[in-house]
């Protein structure tokens, strides 16, 4: 394709389109700012781009997914992007706030003249009629309610209709009640009881509460929806951490800034000093030290030279690099802890269902004591009987508040994997956090996991008769078309050696025992003791030896040339520097280890010694791994797996969580729950103190939703009346519900100061 017609094609996404704002009942009215529809007033709702691919959901409510914000049909709650933006959209909170403030000016002569009228009559101006502080009331509560109220009387309509109740189904009726009742008694006050009509024959209002009630329904939801937004902050972290633009250095060696959007696979960038890397790749000259933080959650610098790899955002601390675009986009690694931890705090605990299936029955329930209340007073309070029941039937639909039980668990979740990201811990799924508390068996792979799974020869024992780096050749060449841990270490041996590799033929693979394959003409065999026998090839002679490298931890791997044995390999792997750490803290949880590894179990002992672990399987092939999880499970334990290759993904896949290194093999990150980023056993440690202690909040939250509900019904039904001659104003019942689910998300977001 020629450059000019590449320009032609190329879309400048640079130029960024001005939004359209276009109301969801009213299709034709547009404009480019936000606002309200002059038709029906309700918010504007921003049209998504042909180009955007920006999905909305509801944090309560996961399969809710639409093309363009909104509110939940089912809750009535906002719609939240499905992955959170750097620049965060608050059309919503500037929405709700203009209401509120408004709402509060109107709201606050309301209440104080409605309140000095009640209770001191006597400082208002003589020449002031009630008649007249009614009239007053009446117009200044209208626009509060008919105006500030009217995206709750939308959606709890749209609730009616579609039979979602919810928290807007009770408060419309609520405040629609007290304001229709305030209309009939202010216009038509001869058709209540004389016993309800004062000696100029007028019917008490609650204008007041009309009023009062939605500006704090409406305060709440502002304060509601800042505290969301601040259950985000995980990923708008991650997100703001990407750089903007890149050094590009073009093929004639001159270099441009370009936007980090039209970085492209291949291409060469500079990074000079304090910069972050724009895209992953890989290093191509210079060297430097690099704050990988961001990523693994330790702040220890990391040595970079040429043919390191390097993870996008993490931050150059002071040598200037010149590295190849390897991932851009949503390919890079950034992207994808982005991508997984918006799909985490989307997914739903098992605890929900409790929550799910109280609130599914909540509402009606809620609307039936309203119902009962009012019945209750009309029939058996004292007078004036109307006024009293309609007083308590509107405290409790007001009061009652199921959006604190429905965001009891999923704000929780979003804020716990949110600070596990930041953690360097990746986690599927709130199925996954939630079963980790439970979690009282960890088993561990030996290699790349206990150890660092850079395994080096250290020991290369070679029978009389052949030629060492003859076998080393043949050996590292065989080793080079294989999958192997510990093929690399031989390869890389016999690159020490300035080795020139062969050409194998007939290679084959016998998974977990060994390989096999022609080199020059000759039939070489690699692996374990057994295999080489199932070969027909005597080891007796070396045991000792092999024995001996055995008990200082060394894996050993044996070899045959055409059916004779030749050689044998002593491979070390050094043990993470943090795995004893580890250990000892999983064990202080009260966490069983236990140790399965393809190793011999020699080895495999002599390096659960060094770490205090007791318990030791030995020479177990994939399946059998993925066997010993299952029969341990059989006895009850709860199960958790780490592991990092290829052979674990059965295992990890049978396990209650499956826990990937990140340093490990895609299949093991796919088959597992949770990824360690940084491949480190510590965070296992971590993730499971975060696990214990957001499901700790959640029941905290869940106890609060119930306890608050069971008790704030009765009470505004009036309960303690013939006791105490208590009677829940509608005002206080407001303030109350207002700041239940405020109270949940404020209990949640403490969960980002967890230390773990």
Same mark, same amino acid.
């Given at each position: 394709?020629?450059?000019?017609?590449?320009?032609?094609?190329?879309?400048?996404?640079?130029?960024?389109?001005?939004?359209?704002?276009?109301?969801?009942?009213?299709? %034709?009215?547009?404009?480019?700012?936000?606002?309200?529809?002059?038709?029906?007033?309700?918010?504007?709702?921003?049209?998504?781009?042909?180009?955007?691919?920006?999905?909305?959901?509801?944090?309560?409510? /996961?399969?809710?997914?639409?093309?363009?914000?909104?509110?939940?049909?089912?809750?009535?709650?906002?719609?939240?992007?499905?992955?959170?933006?750097?620049?965060?959209?608050?059309?919503?909170?500037?929405?709700?706030?203009?209401?509120?403030?408004?709402?509060?000016?109107?709201?606050?002569?309301?209440?104080?003249?409605?309140?000095?009228?009640?209770?001191?009559?006597?400082?208002? /101006?003589? !020449?002031?009629?009630?008649?007249?502080?009614?009239?007053?009331?009446?117009?200044?509560?209208?626009?509060?309610?008919?105006?500030?109220?009217?995206?709750?009387?939308?959606?709890?309509?749209?609730?009616?209709?579609?039979?979602?109740?919810?928290?807007?189904?009770?408060? +419309?009726?609520?405040?629609?009640?007290?304001?229709?009742?305030?209309?009939? !008694?202010?216009?038509?006050?001869?058709?209540?009881?004389?016993?309800?009509?004062?000696?100029?024959?007028?019917?008490?209002?609650?204008?007041?509460?009309?009023?009062?009630?939605?500006?704090?329904?409406?305060?709440?939801?502002?304060?509601?929806?800042?505290?969301?937004?601040?259950?985000?902050?995980?990923?708008?972290?991650?997100?703001?951490?990407?750089?903007?633009?890149?050094?590009?250095?073009?093929?004639?060696?001159?270099?441009?800034?370009?936007?980090?959007?039209?970085?492209?696979?291949?291409?060469?960038?500079?990074?000079?000093?304090?910069?972050?890397?724009?895209?992953?790749?890989?290093?191509?000259?210079?060297?430097?030290?690099?704050?990988?933080?961001?990523?693994?959650?330790?702040?220890?610098?990391?040595?970079?030279?040429?043919?390191?790899?390097?993870?996008?955002?993490?931050?150059?601390?002071?040598?200037?690099?010149?590295?190849? &675009?390897?991932?851009?986009?949503? *390919?890079?690694?950034?992207?994808?802890?982005?991508?997984?931890?918006?799909?985490?705090?989307?997914?739903?605990?098992?605890?929900?269902?409790?929550?799910?299936?109280?609130?599914?029955?909540?509402?009606? &329930?809620?609307?039936?004591?309203?119902?009962?209340?009012?019945?209750?007073?009309?029939?058996?309070?004292?007078?004036?009987?109307?006024?009293?029941?309609?007083?308590?039937?509107? !405290?409790?639909?007001?009061?009652?508040?199921?959006?604190?039980?429905?965001?009891?668990?999923?704000?929780?979740?979003?804020?716990?994997?949110?600070?596990?990201?930041?953690?360097?811990?990746?986690?599927?799924?709130?199925?996954?956090?939630?079963?980790?508390?439970?979690?009282?068996?960890?088993?561990?792979?030996?290699?790349?996991?206990?150890?660092?799974?850079?395994?080096?020869?250290?020991?290369?024992?070679?029978?009389?008769?052949? *030629?060492?780096?003859?076998?080393?050749?043949?050996?590292?060449?065989?080793?080079?078309?294989?999958?192997?841990?510990?093929?690399? +270490?031989?390869?890389?041996?016999?690159?020490?050696?300035?080795?020139?590799?062969?050409?194998?033929?007939?290679?084959?693979?016998?998974?977990?025992?060994?390989?096999?394959?022609?080199?020059?003409?000759?039939?070489?065999?690699?692996?374990? %003791?057994?295999?080489?026998?199932?070969?027909?090839?005597?080891?007796?002679?070396?045991?000792?030896?092999?024995?001996?490298?055995?008990?200082?931890?060394?894996?050993?791997?044996?070899?045959?040339? *055409?059916?004779?044995?030749?050689?044998?390999?002593?491979?070390? *792997?050094?043990?993470?520097?943090?795995?004893?750490?580890?250990?000892?803290?999983?064990?202080?949880?009260?966490?069983?280890?236990?140790?399965?590894?393809?190793?011999?179990?020699?080895?495999?002992?002599?390096?659960?010694?060094?770490?205090?672990?007791?318990?030791?399987?030995?020479?177990?092939?994939?399946?059998?791994?993925?066997?010993?999880?299952?029969?341990?499970?059989?006895?009850?334990?709860?199960?958790?797996?780490?592991?990092?290759?290829?052979?674990?993904?059965? !295992?990890?896949?049978?396990?209650?969580?499956?826990? +990937?290194?990140?340093?490990?093999?895609?299949?093991?990150? %796919?088959?597992?729950?949770?990824?360690?980023?940084?491949?480190?056993?510590?965070?296992?440690?971590?993730?499971?103190?975060?696990?214990?202690?957001?499901?700790?909040?959640?029941?905290?939250?869940?106890?609060?939703?119930?306890?608050?509900?069971?008790?704030?019904?009765?009470?505004? +039904?009036?309960?303690?009346?013939?006791?105490?001659?208590?009677?829940?104003?509608?005002?206080?019942?407001?303030?109350?519900?207002?700041?239940?689910?405020?109270?949940?998300?404020?209990?949640?977001?403490?969960?980002?100061?967890?230390?773990?």
């Amino acid at each position: 394709m020629s450059q000019e017609i590449k320009e032609c094609c190329q879309v400048d996404y640079s130029k960024k389109q001005a939004d359209v704002y276009t109301c969801p009942m009213h299709p %034709e009215v547009r404009q480019n700012t936000p606002g309200s529809c002059p038709k029906c007033g309700m918010a504007l709702e921003r049209e998504v781009k042909a180009l955007s691919s920006t999905k909305y959901t509801c944090p309560m409510h /996961p399969e809710i997914i639409q093309d363009s914000p909104g509110s939940c049909p089912k809750c009535g709650m906002a719609l939240e992007p499905m992955i959170a933006e750097a620049e965060e959209d608050t059309d919503e909170l500037d929405y709700m706030s203009r209401r509120f403030w408004i709402s509060l000016a109107l709201s606050i002569p309301v209440f104080i003249v409605s309140m000095t009228s009640d209770l001191a009559p006597q400082l208002l /101006p003589s !020449a002031i009629s009630m008649l007249s502080i009614q009239w007053f009331l009446f117009v200044l509560a209208t626009p509060v309610v008919l105006w500030g109220g009217w995206p709750f009387f939308v959606r709890g309509y749209n609730s009616i209709r579609t039979w979602n109740l919810n928290m807007f189904t009770l408060i +419309a009726i609520g405040v629609s009640a007290a304001y229709l009742y305030s209309l009939f !008694a202010l216009f038509l006050p001869s058709l209540f009881p004389p016993l309800m009509q004062t000696e100029d024959g007028l019917v008490h209002v609650y204008f007041e509460a009309a009023a009062v009630i939605t500006t704090l329904v409406l305060l709440g939801q502002v304060l509601e929806l800042k505290a969301r937004s601040k259950t985000n902050s995980a990923i708008k972290t991650l997100l703001n951490l990407a750089p903007k633009q890149a050094h590009r250095i073009d093929a004639d060696g001159s270099e441009e800034d370009i936007s980090i959007e039209f970085v492209h696979v291949g291409d060469k960038l500079r990074i000079k000093p304090g910069e972050k890397i724009p895209v992953d790749g890989v290093v191509l000259e210079g060297s430097s030290n690099l704050d990988e933080s961001m990523i693994t959650g330790e702040p220890i610098l990391v040595s970079k030279t040429k043919g390191d790899q390097l993870i996008g955002a993490t931050l150059n601390e002071n040598g200037t690099l010149i590295m190849q &675009a390897q991932k851009v986009g949503s *390919d890079t690694m950034l992207a994808q802890i982005v991508e997984m931890v918006s799909k985490a705090q989307r997914s739903r605990a098992p605890i929900q269902q409790l929550a799910d299936k109280v609130s599914s029955y909540f509402v009606p &329930a809620v609307v039936i004591a309203a119902i009962l209340a009012f019945f209750a007073w009309y029939i058996y309070g004292p007078e004036p009987r109307l006024a009293y029941a309609i007083v308590s039937a509107v !405290a409790v639909l007001i009061i009652a508040c199921p959006c604190a039980l429905g965001l009891a668990t999923p704000i929780s979740i979003m804020v716990g994997t949110g600070r596990a990201a930041l953690s360097g811990v990746l986690i599927k799924d709130a199925k996954t956090l939630e079963t980790m508390e439970r979690v009282d068996t960890l088993i561990v792979d030996k290699t790349g996991t206990l150890t660092l799974g850079k395994p080096k020869v250290t020991s290369f024992l070679v029978e009389d008769g052949f *030629d060492e780096m003859s076998i080393l050749k043949y050996a590292a060449s065989l080793e080079r078309v294989s999958e192997h841990p510990l093929a690399e +270490a031989v390869v890389e041996y016999a690159k020490d050696n300035d080795l020139e590799l062969g050409e194998v033929l007939n290679f084959k693979s016998t998974t977990g025992k060994g390989i096999e394959g022609e080199i020059e003409g000759k039939k070489i065999a690699l692996g374990s %003791e057994s295999f080489l026998e199932s070969l027909g090839v005597s080891t007796q002679n070396i045991t000792k030896e092999a024995e001996a490298l055995r008990q200082e931890g060394k894996g050993v791997i044996f070899m045959a040339v *055409d059916a004779k044995f030749c050689a044998i390999l002593g491979i070390e *792997d050094p043990i993470k520097a943090t795995s004893a750490e580890a250990i000892k803290e999983l064990i202080k949880e009260g966490i069983r280890v236990v140790v399965i590894s393809g190793d011999n179990e020699t080895t495999a002992r002599a390096v659960a010694k060094k770490l205090g672990i007791d318990e030791v399987h030995a020479g177990i092939m994939p399946d059998g791994k993925a066997k010993i999880v299952k029969e341990l499970q059989e006895k009850g334990a709860v199960v958790a797996m780490a592991g990092d290759g290829i052979n674990d993904a059965p !295992a990890l896949a049978q396990a209650d969580v499956g826990i +990937a290194m990140g340093s490990g093999t895609d299949v093991a990150i %796919e088959s597992a729950g949770i990824t360690l980023i940084k491949g480190d056993l510590l965070s296992i440690v971590k993730v499971l103190k975060l696990s214990r202690a957001t499901m700790k909040n959640i029941r905290q939250n869940l106890f609060f939703a119930f306890v608050y509900n069971s008790a704030g019904v009765p009470i505004a +039904a009036g309960v303690l009346y013939p006791y105490f001659g208590i009677l829940l104003s509608p005002v206080i019942a407001a303030a109350a519900m207002s700041f239940s689910s405020v109270s949940v998300i404020v209990n949640a977001l403490r969960l980002k100061n967890t230390k773990i």
